[in-house]
Protein backbone atom coordinates (compact mmCIF):
# COMPACT_ATOMS: atom_id res chain seq x y z
CA UNK A 1 0.00 0.00 0.00
CA UNK A 2 1.80 3.36 -1.35
CA UNK A 3 0.98 6.43 0.55
CA UNK A 4 -0.03 9.46 -0.93
CA UNK A 5 2.44 11.28 -2.08
CA UNK A 6 1.75 14.47 -0.47
CA UNK A 7 2.77 12.53 2.52
CA UNK A 8 6.16 11.57 1.42
CA UNK A 9 7.82 14.47 3.06
CA UNK A 10 6.21 14.25 6.74
CA UNK A 11 7.55 10.47 6.17
CA UNK A 12 10.81 11.02 5.70
CA UNK A 13 11.20 13.69 7.97
CA UNK A 14 10.34 11.89 11.42
CA UNK A 15 11.28 7.83 10.21
CA UNK A 16 14.29 9.54 8.76
CA UNK A 17 14.92 11.51 12.61
CA UNK A 18 13.66 8.80 14.48
CA UNK A 19 16.04 6.34 12.72
CA UNK A 20 18.89 8.91 13.39
CA UNK A 21 17.70 9.93 16.97
CA UNK A 22 17.49 5.89 18.19
CA UNK A 23 21.05 5.58 16.32
CA UNK A 24 23.20 8.32 18.27
CA UNK A 25 21.23 7.23 21.62
CA UNK A 26 18.76 9.96 22.22
CA UNK A 27 15.57 7.23 22.92
CA UNK A 28 12.91 9.66 23.53
CA UNK A 29 12.84 11.70 21.12
CA UNK A 30 13.52 8.62 18.58
CA UNK A 31 10.61 7.23 19.99
CA UNK A 32 8.29 10.47 19.59
CA UNK A 33 9.34 10.62 16.01
CA UNK A 34 8.89 7.10 15.29
CA UNK A 35 5.36 7.67 16.70
CA UNK A 36 4.56 10.66 14.46
CA UNK A 37 5.86 8.52 11.96
CA UNK A 38 3.47 5.70 12.36
CA UNK A 39 0.41 8.32 12.90
CA UNK A 40 1.04 9.80 9.52
CA UNK A 41 1.62 6.42 8.11
CA UNK A 42 -1.86 5.61 9.01
CA UNK A 43 -3.21 8.89 8.11
CA UNK A 44 -2.10 9.06 4.18
CA UNK A 45 -2.41 5.38 3.68
CA UNK A 46 -4.36 4.88 0.08
CA UNK A 47 -5.72 0.99 0.07
CA UNK A 48 -6.54 -0.21 -2.54
CA UNK A 49 -10.39 -0.39 -3.95
CA UNK A 50 -11.84 -2.54 -6.30
CA UNK A 51 -15.00 -0.79 -7.21
CA UNK A 52 -18.00 -3.45 -7.50
CA UNK A 53 -19.37 -4.05 -11.33
CA UNK A 54 -23.13 -2.98 -12.33
CA UNK A 55 -24.84 -0.16 -14.38
CA UNK A 56 -26.24 2.88 -12.67
CA UNK A 57 -24.49 2.25 -9.61
CA UNK A 58 -23.14 5.35 -7.27
CA UNK A 59 -20.20 4.68 -5.11
CA UNK A 60 -19.18 6.58 -1.95
CA UNK A 61 -16.55 9.34 -2.51
CA UNK A 62 -15.07 9.45 0.66
CA UNK A 63 -14.75 6.85 4.18
CA UNK A 64 -16.17 7.79 6.72
CA UNK A 65 -20.25 8.12 8.65
CA UNK A 66 -22.85 9.30 6.66
CA UNK A 67 -24.59 12.47 8.94
CA UNK A 68 -26.74 13.96 6.30
CA UNK A 69 -29.38 13.39 3.59
CA UNK A 70 -31.33 15.43 2.24
CA UNK A 71 -34.30 14.82 -0.66
CA UNK A 72 -35.31 17.45 -3.14
CA UNK A 73 -32.40 19.82 -2.31
CA UNK A 74 -30.12 20.57 -5.48
CA UNK A 75 -28.93 23.97 -5.63
CA UNK A 76 -26.92 23.87 -8.60
CA UNK A 77 -29.76 22.10 -11.05
CA UNK A 78 -32.76 21.69 -9.29
CA UNK A 79 -34.39 19.16 -8.02
CA UNK A 80 -32.02 16.24 -6.58
CA UNK A 81 -30.61 14.57 -3.55
CA UNK A 82 -27.75 15.36 -0.89
CA UNK A 83 -25.70 12.88 0.98
CA UNK A 84 -22.81 13.59 3.55
CA UNK A 85 -20.27 11.97 4.92
CA UNK A 86 -17.77 12.68 7.78
CA UNK A 87 -13.99 11.67 7.84
CA UNK A 88 -12.88 11.52 11.27
CA UNK A 89 -9.13 11.85 11.29
CA UNK A 90 -8.49 7.91 11.64
CA UNK A 91 -10.57 7.50 8.39
CA UNK A 92 -8.84 7.13 4.87
CA UNK A 93 -8.89 10.46 3.66
CA UNK A 94 -8.46 9.97 -0.53
CA UNK A 95 -11.02 10.46 -2.14
CA UNK A 96 -12.96 9.03 -5.31
CA UNK A 97 -14.99 8.90 -8.20
CA UNK A 98 -18.55 8.25 -7.27
CA UNK A 99 -19.00 6.79 -11.45
CA UNK A 100 -17.63 6.81 -14.66
CA UNK A 101 -18.13 10.95 -15.63
CA UNK A 102 -16.68 13.89 -16.91
CA UNK A 103 -15.31 16.68 -15.00
CA UNK A 104 -17.26 19.58 -15.96
CA UNK A 105 -15.54 22.25 -13.71
CA UNK A 106 -14.13 23.24 -10.54
CA UNK A 107 -13.94 25.76 -8.31
CA UNK A 108 -12.39 26.77 -4.78
CA UNK A 109 -13.89 28.87 -2.11
CA UNK A 110 -11.96 30.07 0.45
CA UNK A 111 -13.75 30.35 3.92
CA UNK A 112 -13.56 29.53 8.14
CA UNK A 113 -12.66 25.99 9.22
CA UNK A 114 -15.39 24.93 11.54
CA UNK A 115 -15.97 21.33 12.63
CA UNK A 116 -16.89 19.68 9.41
CA UNK A 117 -19.53 18.06 11.10
CA UNK A 118 -21.71 21.52 11.73
CA UNK A 119 -24.18 21.83 9.71
CA UNK A 120 -22.92 25.09 8.66
CA UNK A 121 -19.89 24.09 7.60
CA UNK A 122 -20.50 23.44 4.27
CA UNK A 123 -21.38 26.85 3.65
CA UNK A 124 -18.77 28.61 5.93
CA UNK A 125 -15.77 26.52 5.83
CA UNK A 126 -13.46 26.57 2.71
CA UNK A 127 -14.65 24.28 0.34
CA UNK A 128 -13.86 22.90 -3.41
CA UNK A 129 -16.41 21.96 -5.68
CA UNK A 130 -15.99 19.65 -8.17
CA UNK A 131 -18.85 19.42 -11.18
CA UNK A 132 -19.44 15.89 -12.79
CA UNK A 133 -21.82 14.47 -15.55
CA UNK A 134 -22.15 10.77 -15.63
CA UNK A 135 -22.13 8.52 -18.74
CA UNK A 136 -25.91 9.15 -18.37
CA UNK A 137 -25.83 12.95 -18.99
CA UNK A 138 -26.57 13.35 -15.53
CA UNK A 139 -25.48 16.24 -13.12
CA UNK A 140 -23.41 15.32 -9.93
CA UNK A 141 -21.79 18.10 -7.49
CA UNK A 142 -18.88 16.71 -5.36
CA UNK A 143 -17.84 18.83 -2.74
CA UNK A 144 -14.77 18.60 -0.36
CA UNK A 145 -15.35 20.82 3.03
CA UNK A 146 -12.29 21.60 5.16
CA UNK A 147 -12.74 21.07 8.95
CA UNK A 148 -11.46 22.15 12.01
CA UNK A 149 -8.29 20.19 11.54
CA UNK A 150 -8.08 20.30 7.83
CA UNK A 151 -6.01 23.20 6.51
CA UNK A 152 -5.34 21.47 2.80
CA UNK A 153 -7.42 19.91 0.16
CA UNK A 154 -6.41 18.75 -2.87
CA UNK A 155 -7.47 18.39 -6.13
CA UNK A 156 -6.40 16.46 -8.76
CA UNK A 157 -8.63 16.66 -11.45
CA UNK A 158 -9.07 19.30 -14.50
CA UNK A 159 -12.21 20.11 -16.69
CA UNK A 160 -12.50 17.55 -19.43
CA UNK A 161 -10.88 14.88 -17.65
CA UNK A 162 -12.42 11.38 -17.99
CA UNK A 163 -13.00 9.37 -14.28
CA UNK A 164 -13.52 6.00 -13.98
CA UNK A 165 -15.49 4.62 -11.18
CA UNK A 166 -13.02 4.46 -7.78
CA UNK A 167 -10.44 6.70 -9.51
CA UNK A 168 -8.76 9.02 -7.04
CA UNK A 169 -10.15 12.47 -7.49
CA UNK A 170 -8.08 14.56 -4.77
CA UNK A 171 -8.10 14.36 -0.28
CA UNK A 172 -8.16 16.53 2.50
CA UNK A 173 -6.00 16.68 5.00
CA UNK A 174 -7.00 15.55 8.78
CA UNK A 175 -10.64 15.41 9.11
CA UNK A 176 -13.40 16.64 7.67
CA UNK A 177 -16.58 15.95 4.86
CA UNK A 178 -17.75 15.37 1.54
CA UNK A 179 -20.92 16.35 0.40
CA UNK A 180 -22.38 14.80 -3.13
CA UNK A 181 -25.61 16.39 -4.83
CA UNK A 182 -27.02 13.73 -7.01
CA UNK A 183 -29.87 13.78 -9.08
CA UNK A 184 -33.64 13.27 -8.01
CA UNK A 185 -33.26 9.96 -10.56
CA UNK A 186 -30.61 8.13 -8.08
CA UNK A 187 -32.38 5.77 -5.51
CA UNK A 188 -30.29 6.15 -2.32
CA UNK A 189 -29.46 3.12 -0.70
CA UNK A 190 -27.90 4.08 2.74
CA UNK A 191 -29.25 5.60 5.36
CA UNK A 192 -28.20 8.04 8.38
CA UNK A 193 -25.38 6.41 10.66
CA UNK A 194 -24.28 4.17 8.10
CA UNK A 195 -20.15 3.36 7.65
CA UNK A 196 -18.72 3.72 4.04
CA UNK A 197 -15.70 3.21 1.79
CA UNK A 198 -14.60 5.30 -0.74
CA UNK A 199 -14.61 3.89 -4.43
CA UNK A 200 -16.44 0.34 -2.98
CA UNK A 201 -19.57 1.43 -1.23
CA UNK A 202 -22.52 1.89 -2.97
CA UNK A 203 -25.06 4.78 -1.91
CA UNK A 204 -27.21 4.69 -4.74
CA UNK A 205 -28.21 3.93 -8.12
CA UNK A 206 -29.58 5.52 -11.24
CA UNK A 207 -33.29 4.16 -11.76
CA UNK A 208 -33.25 1.55 -14.38
CA UNK A 209 -29.76 0.48 -12.87
CA UNK A 210 -28.14 -2.09 -10.73
CA UNK A 211 -28.58 -2.73 -7.70
CA UNK A 212 -27.84 -5.90 -7.03
CA UNK A 213 -23.97 -5.44 -5.38
CA UNK A 214 -25.13 -2.66 -2.55
Known amino acids: MVPLKEGLPLLLIFGGGGAISLWIGFWRLGVL ?10 FFRNP ?8 GLVLSPADGKVIRIEEEVFPFFGEGKLISIFMSVFDVHVNRSPMDCVVKRTEHKGGRFLPAYKEEAPLQNERNFIFLESQEGMPFVLVQVAGILARRILCRVKPGQSLKRGEILGAILFGSR ?3 YMPKEVRLLVGLGERVKAGESVIGVLEGGDEENK
Request: net charge neutral; glycine share 10%; aromatic share 20%.
Open 48 to 55: KRIPPEGS
Open 33 to 42: LFGLFAFFLL
Open 178 to 180: VDL
